[in-house]
């Protein structure tokens, strides 16, 4: 039986005072206690959240990483032992953003997943496809690519302390989000690809979907067979809506 998870991806939004009153917001929350819960502020904010989420069953993690555990002479970069060090627990990996926006390649999406979890920190591996790619029929081989490059280099036993979320990018920040039948079908897909090499694994390994959840289809997604809860963007701004996602997770 998997435990279900809910992650709040904040993106890059939020000030001191906001992330305060989100905080506010989340610890009036009822929260069920059989839901992993977590939360991806910006990085400035990490310190902030992990102090006001502390009496609370939160989860912290990072958005983002350095590709190498250790601290070294990396410019802006952050290193997962120093996330480690501050009380993060997950680092998202691979998120549609970095792929696209700033080129983040299958090779660095890999090493970072490995430097995470050098660090004892758990990766959150993002993989969906493009609408162009779902509209070539290209969908389960674009997921199963950006899974094998993981998979490829860092053995399929990496997965017992990971978390994959399905993502497709047509979805995040749309307002359009895959039906449950959709998302089920990747989900299977990729769970399938994991029992090939490992089948206990595969059915431990939490798959959570992304991509324009709300609390009005968190229920009809999260009740599908493969779907083990989600990775929620713009609605994770907003306590009460979030607070109900969550719920939607643990019914
Ligand atoms: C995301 O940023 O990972 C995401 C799924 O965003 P949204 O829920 O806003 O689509």
């Known amino acids: ?41 910006v990085s400035v904010h990490l310190q902030q959240v992990l102090d006001g989420l502390a009496e609370n069953n939160i989860a912290v993690g990072s958005q983002n990483c350095a590709f190498q555990s250790e601290q070294g002479a990396l410019t802006g970069e952050v290193s997962p032992v120093q996330l480690a060090d501050l009380g993060c627990q997950f680092v998202l990996v691979g998120h549609s953003e970095r792929r696209s926006v700033f080129g983040e390649s299958d090779r660095d ?18 993989v969906g496809e493009t609408l ?33 979320a399905y ?20 989900h299977a ?15 431990s390994v939490r798959i959570l979907y992304g991509g324009s959840v709300k609390a009005a289809n968190a229920a009809d997604l999260f009740g599908m067979p493969d779907i ?10 907003n306590a009460d809506e979030f607070g109900a996602i969550c719920r939607a997770a643990g019914s």
């Open 189 to 203: 897909e990729i769970r399938a690809q994991i029992a090939s090499k490992d089948s206990v694994l595969a059915e």
């Open 228 to 237: 083990d809860g989600g990775l929620v963007g713009g609605a994770s701004l």
């Open 132 to 164: 162009e790619q779902r509209n070539a029929g290209e969908t389960l081989s674009v997921v199963s690519a950006q899974l094998d490059a993981v998979v490829g280099e860092l053995g399929v036993g990496v997965f017992a302390k990971a978390v994959i």
């Open 1 to 41: 039986m998997r435990r279900p998870m809910v992650a709040g991806n904040w993106k890059m939004y939020g000030t001191r005072t906001s992330v305060a009153e989100l905080i506010g917001g989340l610890n009036q929350q009822a929260l069920p206690a059989g839901v992993d819960v977590a939360v991806f502020p």
């Open 167 to 186: 993502e497709p990018v047509w979805a995040i920040g749309t307002g359009l989000t895959a039906t449950p039948q959709q998302a089920q079908e990747v």
């Open 109 to 126: 999406v890999c090493n970072k997943f490995a430097a995470v979890q050098a660090s004892g920190l758990i990766p959150v591996l993002c």
